[in-house]
């Protein structure tokens, strides 16, 4: 299994999808959670058909150790070991792809070394960094009430809100599964099934942590500074993180994009893989 060294020399461990001998430059990928495993983002819908896909387990999930000092967990500092990553890889630039919360880590890379980047997409964003939180993912799950996992993923939203046992946590994610996907079908119960073992909360509580107002502002006010093409992607059943973030995130960028699928939820790979795949390639495509 392969590893980098980053910042700290703490060795961390990414994966190597896809043909060795491709003619494409690879893709970087970040996964969300935050804190998850990267194992969910599997293939990307196929994106590893024609190019290399590199994706890191940050911190404290997958293969690489946890942090001795939680406070490497907050995403400015996974987006320093993102950087360490690249010079791992001998990329002088390089596309990223995040999805979910590694969208804020791949924001402070992007801030932080904006000249690296050649592609950058975004893919189911919150807008947490933005500093406004759109009410649209509460709409959206309402607007699915006659669907028949409803009640139950309902009453499970409802107590995950109140809950921070992580035994509690991991019960209640498969009833409240439904939510995040287009529909709820095969490919989405199976994807689904592996989400609370996938899942670390120590990582996970220490994402946001040491990023104060002053910090945020500053970070997105360096999203000014990123020339390379942006691509927003969202889901029009996403009931995770909405649609309208998405817009907000595309906003703070100067060569931004926004691509809606409106059948696919907050899984869009999984929910509607061939639109998906095409979208990303064609945008990595784009001179």
Sequence with gaps: ?????????????????????????????????????????????????????????????????????????????????LEALRAHLGLERFALLAHDAGTATAQAYAAAYPDRLTRLILVCPGSRIQGELPDDAPEIFASRSHEPWWPEASAAVQRLAETSDMTEVRGLLPAAAPLAYGRWEAPQQAHAAAEGEQLNPVPRAGFWQGVDEPARRTLLSGLREVRCPVLVMTGGRDAVTGVRAGGLVAESFPDARTHHL??????????????????VQQFLHTA
Excluded: K
Aim: proline share 13%; with cysteine; charged share 20%.
């Design 262 to 279: 409106p059948e696919a939820g907050h899984y869009p790979w999984i929910d509607d893989p061939l639109r998906f795949r095409t979208t």
């Design 1 to 81: 299994m392969p590893y980098f060294t980053s910042y700290d020399t703490t060795a961390l461990h990414y994966r190597v999808l896809g043909p060795a001998g491709s003619a494409l430059p690879p893709l970087l990928c970040l996964a969300g959670g935050p804190g998850r495993n990267a194992a969910y983002l599997d293939d990307l819908g196929g994106l590893a058909e024609d190019r290399q896909l590199v994706i890191p387990d940050s911190r404290g999930t997958g293969a690489s150790p946890p942090a001795a000092d939680p406070s490497r967990y907050a995403f400015p500092h996974l987006a320093e070991d």
